[in-house]
């Protein structure tokens, strides 16, 4: 009997022609930014535990896997019944961040000043599955640590509006905003210190919610002061905008590369994470119902590991959001089945001399002994990207000899 | 004050440098693999638990990382105080034939009749460390499921004896062995059908222990006869050996392509995992103190899940070793440093603009503001693979028209 052969709940296997295209985006995005000088990096799957759950990771750190301890410590650990949070020691990294910025404090010897980092790879959130959201999905990041500089702000955007157009999202923006310009913001709503968190949350919730509901809700909070004044900015900001001080050079620099409207500023910008101190960063795309991806600045998070502090910003193509945006585009042109007439040694060795021949050539080469029903088989190989056939006899012919014929699909 | 910031215990981080050299012959071995018609599938890190222990991973299964179960049901398994292994229900993959194996299961319906896979990827063992040993490591496996010929058999080596030569390992080469002769051989020594495995054990230790060891520990298994059977059956094969019918016509395809030499026969191959049902590989190379991978035929275990048999045949590069074996080889021919003169708006707008060109051109172009002591980010740089630099300032220049001065190293 086939047992229950279905991978992990939330967790995808994937079928060689999907497997190539994700492999082709990602290859596209790593050699963009490897254009750009970044440097590519790899951090371990595990981290220890309590990096991960050290309030770096705002709400993913609830979502960590948690890998359990062996031998005599789990014991040791069972036996002291310290409930679950004894009985971990490693988990799996919930982003690249968190690793990056371990990765820094571990390595900084031997890497140069301004570190400008590549790293892209599988993350794991133990999130409800539910449609477009996985347990385990890709990333990737590139962060500048040691670059106090707008200069750092600049080569990310460009860089990433590059990969982004490289990969055939020539109509992905991003909105830009900083967090010292809500900060002012929220002075002039007059909300109080302890409520700013609070306010941002629902600022946030400006796309789902609409105006009203965001001044309802501030309203709500707050005192019908705060309301009053946050209508007014809502509505100040309904038009084109100037870009700020704090904002022109990024966009100055940016505009002169790709023109108007590949930035786009938007002062209702938040994103959730608490370490931000600069810039912030949301990548769109008319297609995506959601973002595409995101970043900024985060001075302070380096420090936690290094003992002092080093300036580093960053951003982050969400990869599983971008890939299902990129169509598919299979090359089946240099491609090749080869089908044994039979399986006599000589044929077997005159197909492993034209495999030869055709691979230094340039195309993919797959041998098959030839069914009962060559059409069927040549129908699946059309199915699985092949588009060329020859069949290969006794008599050895040369491949730049050899008949291909056309799979049709 | 800086924490403790190493990666988990047995796993490394890797530096750009390091990084690119395995990225480059991991994609070389992939890319001659997808040439010779293999297609590349990826599975998920984490497998359920129960898959992981099962049977098929042999002593590995040991040591599988184990993923805690979550909210309700952990609470659950704590309460029930079942032990341990109810505390866990997915597990980080030991290999990748065991997730082969189910992915195939699972999606049979839309692969090819004789399904060639090519998985690469990383896989954990919670095993001690110690030096040139891991518990994250990559792997790299080719599988043909679906194919009981020795054509099979032919493609897999045919096609890693190419692999391991584009990675520069034209001096690797395979040993092979049958378990049919492996069979034969203990039942001519006269060991009794309960001690065959015991048998081969011994004789897998011929490395190690050498002739007269494995003669003295088969005469304290068994008795006198098979001890003076051994001894003489291990006189015999020192020399020239024929090769036997089982594997003549393996032996004559691969040596058409790459001369004698590249296979080996040794009746003395025993390989470890109980799974495998026919010919056994195991690579070597004369720089390496051990095995740089292997395989063999296991017709019995994709029924496992399937609920039918399925022959098939696997080998596998240990990627940790061969790439260890391979020569760095950094190209820094078209790399570049562009020095900005300062952070002024036009320079920044200058530098990404040759940059733009400079990657147009086909190099990697990294952007550095020019420091207090230009020879020290140049002799970084130079250390990170960078070969050349220019200076940007207020007046534009082309690409085309910069001096580049090359970094001396």
Same mark, same amino acid.
């Not at 790593?30 to 595990?46: K, N």
């Not at 500048?144 to 982004?164: K, R």
């Not at 109509?171 to 700013?196: C, F, S």
């Not at 930035?263 to 795309?285: A, C, K």
């Given at each position: 009997m086939?047992?229950d ?21 990602l290859?596209t995005?790593r050699?963009?930014?490897l254009?750009h ?14 990096r ?19 031998? &005599? /410590? #789990?014991e040791?650990a ?5 409930? $679950?949070?004894n009985? !971990?020691? @490693?988990?799996l ?5 968190v ?11 031997k890497?140069?000043?301004?570190f ?27 962060d500048i640590?040691g670059?106090?500089s ?7 955007l ?14 992905a ?9 809500l ?5 002039q ?23 009203e509901?965001?001044? &309802? /809700? #501030?309203?709500e ?6 309301a $009053?004044?946050a209508? !007014?900015? @809502?509505?100040?900001i ?6 700020p001080a704090e904002l022109q ?16 500023f938007d002062?209702?910008?938040?994103r959730?994470m608490?370490?931000?101190?600069g ?12 973002s ?6 985060y001075d302070g998070?380096?420090?936690r590991?290094l ?20 169509e ?11 089908v044994?007439?039979s ?20 195309y993919?080469?797959?041998?098959e002994?030839?069914?009962?029903k060559?059409?069927?088989? @040549?129908?699946s ?6 588009g060329s056939?020859a069949?290969?006899g006794?008599e050895?012919?040369?491949f730049?000899?050899?008949?291909l ?5």
């Amino acid at each position: 009997m086939a047992k229950d052969v279905h991978p992990p709940r939330g967790m995808r296997d994937f079928l060689p022609l999907e497997k190539t295209r994700r492999d082709q985006v990602l290859t596209t995005i790593r050699e963009t930014y490897l254009g750009h000088g970044f440097q590519e990096i790899e951090t371990p799957a595990l981290e220890d535990l309590e990096r991960l759950t050290s309030g770096q990771g705002g709400d993913n750190e609830k979502l960590a896997f948690r890998v359990m301890k062996r031998g &005599a /410590e #789990l014991e040791s650990a069972l036996a002291s019944n310290n409930g $679950e949070d004894n009985l !971990a020691d @490693l988990g799996l990294r919930y982003d690249l961040t968190v690793p990056l910025t371990r990765y820094y404090a571990t390595n900084r010897a031997k890497l140069p000043t301004v570190f400008k980092a590549l790293q892209t790879g599988p993350v794991w959130r133990a999130e409800r599955p539910q449609k477009g959201r996985y347990r385990q999905f890709v990333q990737c990041d590139i962060d500048i640590i040691g670059d106090a500089s707008i200069l750092a702000e600049i080569e990310l955007l460009n860089a990433s509006l590059d990969a982004l157009t490289a990969i055939g999202l020539k109509d992905a923006t991003i909105r830009v905003n900083h967090r010292v310009l809500l900060a002012n913001l929220l002075e002039q709503l007059g909300v109080p210190e302890a409520g700013k968190g609070s306010a941002m949350i629902t600022i946030d919730k400006l796309d789902k919610i609409a105006a009203e509901g965001v001044v &309802a /809700e #501030l309203a709500e909070k707050f005192d019908a002061g705060v309301a $009053e004044r946050a209508a !007014a900015w @809502l509505n100040a900001i309904a038009g084109d905008l100037p870009i700020p001080a704090e904002l022109q050079e990024i966009f100055s620099a940016i505009e002169a590369r790709f023109g108007a409207g590949r930035l786009r500023f938007d002062p209702t910008l938040v994103r959730g994470m608490g370490y931000y101190t600069g810039t912030i960063f949301e990548i769109e795309h008319p297609e995506s119902g959601s973002s595409i991806g995101g970043g900024g600045r985060y001075d302070g998070m380096v420090g936690r590991w290094l003992g002092t502090d080093a300036p580093a910003v960053g951003i982050s193509i969400g990869f599983e959001r971008a890939v299902d945006l990129v169509e598919a585009n299979v090359d089946n042109s240099k491609s090749l089945v080869l089908v044994l007439d039979s399986a006599a040694p000589v044929v077997i060795g005159n197909a492993l001399n034209v495999q030869q021949q055709a691979i230094d050539a340039g195309y993919r080469v797959r041998l098959e002994q030839r069914p009962k029903k060559l059409n069927n088989l @040549l129908d699946s190989m059309a199915e699985q990207g092949f588009g060329s056939f020859a069949t290969i006899g006794e008599e050895f012919v040369n491949f730049a000899d050899l008949s291909l014929r056309n799979i049709a699909n």
